[in-house]
């Protein structure tokens, strides 16, 4: 597709509830990255695959987080029994080289009540 | 490791002012260095990149310039429009091979008429 997308683009969930969230990322592009954003803050690394490899997870803020890539496609980001500090947007991007800049998606705000 | 420290804000100029965002950065070799930057309601963009010392990034009247001696990449643009009220973000990658961003926290810039 012409960028990247993430879907939901809402989600709110009930604490303890186990979410998905997805990423289409460019056709094309073999990185893919994995970022949150918590209210009035930075971005925060979590996981980056390179093809359907993830050489880079240290992001990944506990067990429960977890992360997966089919091929140099689609990738789904996995939240189990979600807690309440999880609220965040979760960024997704692709590339191909970093120096070219990472495309990024519009997100995924994540609301857990 | 590596971190980038940009000055707070919120940043609120009159339009046609003259706009400086500091960022700074510790990392080990020679990281490329970035500015993404976030619209109201929209994903962030990559706004301009440099990949070695002394080069100078520049995109829509924005400048950056790589400097290594005093590990700064500060942004800066002439004469700022109330369209580019946003939220600036600058970044370093390790190398220039596909390896994670590490983000500054975000600088809020708001013009005003």
């Known amino acids: 597709g012409a960028g990247v997308s993430q879907s939901p683009s809402n989600k709110v969930t009930e604490k303890g509830k186990d979410v998905e969230l997805r990423c289409d990322p460019i056709?094309?592009?073999?990185?893919l990255y994995w970022y949150r954003q918590r209210l009035g803050q930075g971005l925060e690394f979590l996981i980056y695959f390179q093809g359907n490899s993830a050489p880079d997870k240290s992001g990944l803020p506990s067990d429960r987080f977890s992360a997966e890539r089919t091929g140099e496609s689609v990738s789904t980001l996995t939240i189990q029994r979600t807690q309440q500090e999880d609220s965040a947007v979760y960024l997704c991007?692709?590339?191909?080289?970093?120096?070219?800049?990472?495309?990024f998606g519009s997100g995924t705000r994540l609301t857990v009540v | 490791g590596n971190s980038v420290t940009q000055m707070e804000g919120p940043v609120t100029l009159s339009e046609e002012a003259f706009l400086t965002i500091n960022c700074t950065y510790t990392?080990?070799?020679?990281?490329?260095l970035f500015w993404y930057v976030q619209y109201p309601g929209e994903g962030l963009q990559l706004l301009l990149k440099a990949t070695k010392a002394d080069d100078k990034g520049s995109n829509k009247g924005f400048e950056a310039t790589y400097r290594k001696e005093t590990t700064s990449f500060h942004l800066e643009k002439g004469s700022v429009q109330v369209s580019d009220s946003a939220v600036y973000f600058c970044?370093?990658?390790?190398?220039?091979?596909?390896?994670?961003?590490?983000f500054g926290t975000g600088t809020r810039l708001q013009v005003t008429l």
């Open positions: 991007a692709s590339g191909r080289l970093t120096f070219y800049g990472y495309t």
């Open positions: 970044a370093l990658s390790d190398d220039g091979t596909a390896s994670k961003l590490t």
């Open positions: 056709s094309g592009h073999t990185a």
């Open positions: 990392a080990t070799g020679y990281p490329s």
